[in-house]
Nanobody, 120 residues
Framework: QVQLVETGGGSVQAGGSLRLSCAAS????????MGWFRQAPGKEREGVAAIFFSVGRTYYADSVKGRFTISQDNAENTLYLQMNSLKPDDTAMYYCAATGDCYSGPVAFWGQGTQVTVSS
């Protein structure tokens, strides 16, 4: 089992920044992919960013490219999402996710989410 706990959400004005953190614990050795999803009310869950540790590749949704940066601290088993130039459309519940492969199969583990609210 892998446990994921997100922190760092909150309310910010448009143009501001937040950094989300995801602390992973448990049997993390086989989690080669970690990333972030978000879901706003009435909308589908959307993949935001991911990092595939074994091949050193990252993914970003077009809507956040150039504004968000995903990073990791392997020693602390922590994933980060630096969110700059935030827009009201970024308002959503943000979820940390972990799995064995970024490209195949469903997400194996989910965090409980952290709310991000961006006001205009």
């Amino acid at each position: 089992q892998v446990q994921l706990v997100e922190t760092g959400g909150g309310s910010v004005q448009a143009g501001g920044s937040l950094r989300l953190s995801c602390a992973a614990s448990g049997a993390t050795a086989n989690t080669n992919c970690m990333g972030w999803f978000r879901q706003a009310p009435g909308k589908e869950r959307e993949g935001v960013a991911a990092i595939f540790f074994s091949v050193g590749r990252t993914y970003y949704a077009d809507s956040v490219k150039g504004r968000f940066t995903i990073s990791q601290d392997n020693a602390e088993n922590t994933l980060y999402l630096q969110m700059n130039s935030l827009k009201p459309d970024d308002t959503a519940m943000y979820y940390c996710a972990a799995t064995g492969d970024c490209y195949s199969g469903p997400v194996a583990f989910w965090g409980q989410g952290t709310q991000v609210t961006v006001s205009s």
